[in-house]
């Protein structure tokens, strides 16, 4: 059976919030340590029934970034929702709402 491993490392300033986070990823064409200024990361406990959830910024990630993380992350997540379930309006749905809240994030705070 052919494995991957996913590295992330996250260094933390004094006071605790991170400052620096790198990943890598071996088998991938991505062989080089990369830099994010933001990562989610969720796992599914099928036996309780919960998701698990890590989510962790940097200080230098900026609040128009975090919306255009949000938004790409939302967006690609109904993606997934639709591969792996067939359920085409619900992530159509989803899609729409992405595009909802991007937009009141630029009405709101970009157009001042």
Not at 37 to 64: C, Q, S, V, Y
Request: aromatic share 12%.
């Amino acid at each position: 059976m052919e494995q991957s491993t996913i590295t992330i490392q996250v260094n933390l300033g004094e006071d605790k919030v991170p400052s620096q986070i790198e990943w890598n990823a071996k088998g991938t064409t991505a062989q080089d340590t990369q830099q994010a200024k933001a990562f989610l990361l969720a796992l599914w406990d099928g036996n309780e029934k919960t998701a698990l959830r890590i989510d962790l910024w940097t200080k230098e990630m900026m609040i128009d970034e975090m919306a255009d993380f949000f938004y790409q992350t939302l967006f690609t997540m109904a993606d997934t929702y639709k591969r792996a379930t067939h359920h085409d309006e619900l992530s159509d749905d989803m899609k729409a709402f992405a595009k909802t809240f991007y937009n009141k994030f630029r009405e709101k705070y970009l157009n001042k």
